[in-house]
């Protein structure tokens, strides 16, 4: 099976600019996670959908960072406007429950760096 | 919410030898473990997990503890090998939602 796809893979902006991360989970995946890594870190937890609908988003800065899965299908992350502590991997993961297994999987990642 | 902690942060074994990583949580509620691995540059891929209804799991070199009482679970790898060199997480949810990760253990296995 295809894996999790996310896109773009390296993006580059300056301070008080906006920018926008894709994510494709692997088929019939119904829950999907997106997660911040700063450099050094363990991934944090920024806001996981079931379907189309938000689970949690507790840990979400939700003065500049917004993110939707309008079809349940596919998301967007958005940060506007970044600062320099927004630089990290964003790293977009599902997953679906069946029997036992409750394994994420991770995409590839989008390393953003804020100037 | 939940807080996981994790040590060592670095941790160096020789070829053969066993490694031993830990993990401490706070929410009682939890009730899954998985632990990753993420070599440089490369996504996490979860190696292993455990349910609250089991204390131990075992998968050919890798084995996880889990200590519902005290709240804690470990990592166990025996004869490393030097493709075991990587950071390792653990990590704690309640049926795999709002998943908390540790900081990260840095495993190196020197030939």
């Known amino acids: 099976e295809a894996g999790v796809a996310q896109s773009p893979r390296y993006k580059i902006i300056e301070k008080r600019q906006s920018v926008a991360f894709w994510c494709n989970p692997i088929s019939g995946h119904a829950t999907l996670y997106w997660y911040q890594q700063i450099l050094g870190q363990g991934p944090k937890l920024l806001i996981q959908f079931q379907n189309n609908g938000v689970v949690d988003d507790s840990q979400l800065p939700k003065d500049r960072f917004s993110a939707e899965r309008l079809k349940g299908v596919d998301s967007t992350l958005k940060i506007q406007p970044a600062k320099l502590e927004d630089s990290a991997v964003y790293l977009c993961?599902?997953?679906?429950?069946?029997?036992?297994?409750?394994?994420?999987?991770f995409g590839p990642g989008t390393r953003l760096t804020v100037t | 919410g939940e807080n996981v902690e994790q040590h060592p942060s670095t941790l160096s074994v020789q070829e053969g030898d066993s490694a031993v990583i830990k993990c401490t949580y706070s929410d009682s509620a939890s009730n899954y473990f998985p632990w990753y691995k993420q070599e440089l540059g490369k996504r996490p891929q979860l190696i292993i997990d455990?349910?609250?209804?089991?204390g131990e799991k075992k998968d050919q070199r890798i084995a996880v503890t889990l200590n519902k009482t005290a709240k804690h679970f470990s990592l166990h790898i025996t004869e490393t090998q030097p493709e075991d060199s990587a950071v390792y997480f653990c990590a704690a949810s309640y049926n795999n939602n709002d998943m908390r990760f540790g900081a990260g253990t840095r495993l190196t296995v020197k030939p």
């Open positions: 455990i349910r609250s209804n089991v």
């Open positions: 993961a599902s997953s679906n429950r069946q029997g036992s297994s409750y394994e994420q999987y």
